[in-house]
């Protein structure tokens, strides 16, 4: 059923999408002026889903943890009981939380406790990228928000096929923070290029070099790539570069420049220009962000 709006603060309110049983879906949105924190706690026996659709956000339960970032076409899974420190960056937010109890899942939640010990995932959350051209079948994120804001007698199981979906996903995926999202399938020329410019996103990679080792002709390159992932192979490898910068960002003490450098930027204007465009934040607010120091 449809929930009533009901305010966090001044900028960021939540309104319930699907209420039946334990599962809930809510729909958080707004505009942040500024940086804050906040706390996402998960009950025992208790699991969660944020589909993050627009906005930063900043994760990790302890301060013995990594900062893990959860970028726009994100999505964040947690698996209580957990406590998890989170900072919602500047600008426009929306996500949908998604919440259920293990008891009324339980062939997802033996097959989730099976597959983190099969593969030896020791914390209880994990952050997986999120977007449509990647190895999730259509957009699933879409198909829910359209369950939900549109209801019918369909809405439920429609939102229960989703949290099946991701939650396959999230735990049999390799990334846990990427911009570069690529289709599960490519021609195979394309997959040496593809790993060489994962290996090593610092060098030129110039689109002549590019179609050389892929055996295309550079316009063919240019135009077979942008049809197949959505951008053009310049963003992927700029997207490639802004995923370790920020990674150093949050987790490192390394300045600025040295990042730039370090990622293959020209200048630390030019790591700023794509944090900011990628992100909506910029590399200091990142690392505000990280530290827990604000200021105004």
């Known amino acids: 059923m449809l929930g ?5 603060n001044n900028e960021i309110t939540s309104r319930t999408l699907l209420s039946s049983g334990s599962l809930r879906v809510d729909l958080i949105e707004g505009s942040k002026r500024r940086p804050s924190l906040t706390e996402l706690n998960v009950r025992s026996g208790q699991s969660a889903l944020e589909i993050n659709l627009s906005g930063t956000q900043l994760m990790r339960e302890s301060d013995k ?3 893990r970032v959860l970028p726009p076409k994100s999505m964040a899974l947690v698996r209580g009981p957990s406590s998890l420190t989170v900072h919602l960056g500047r600008g426009e937010h929306r996500s949908l939380y ?9 062939g997802l939640s033996r097959w989730m406790e099976r597959t983190a010990s099969e593969r030896k995932i020791s914390r209880r959350f994990s952050i997986v990228a999120f977007n ?3 190895g999730i079948d259509g957009d699933v994120a879409e198909k ?3 369950a939900c ?4 007698i369909a809405s439920e199981p429609l939102v229960l096929a989703s949290i099946h979906e991701v939650a396959c996903h999230a735990l049999t995926s390799d990334n ?3 911009l570069a999202t690529l289709p599960i399938t490519l021609p195979e020329p394309m997959y040496p290029l593809i790993e060489q410019v994962k290996a090593d996103p610092a060098s030129s990679w110039s689109l002549k070099e590019a179609a050389v080792l892929a055996g295309y002709s550079p316009f063919h390159l240019s135009r077979t790539f942008k049809a197949l992932v959505g951008f053009g192979f310049p963003e992927f490898v700029d997207r490639c570069r802004t995923e370790i910068a920020v990674v150093q960002l949050c987790n490192s003490d390394k300045g600025i420049e040295e ?3 370090n990622c293959g930027f020209g200048s630390p204007q030019a790591l700023r220009e794509s944090v900011k465009e990628y992100l909506g934040m910029l590399p200091s607010e990142l690392r505000l962000h990280a530290t827990g120091h604000f200021g105004d």
């Open 4 to 8: 009533i709006a009901n305010p966090i």
């Open 65 to 67: 943890e990594p900062w």
């Open 98 to 106: 998604v919440t259920w109890t293990d008891s009324e899942l339980p």
């Open 132 to 134: 449509p051209i990647n």
């Open 144 to 146: 829910m928000t359209r």
């Open 149 to 152: 804001f549109e209801p019918s």
């Open 176 to 178: 846990e923070f990427c």
């Open 259 to 261: 990042i730039a450098n």
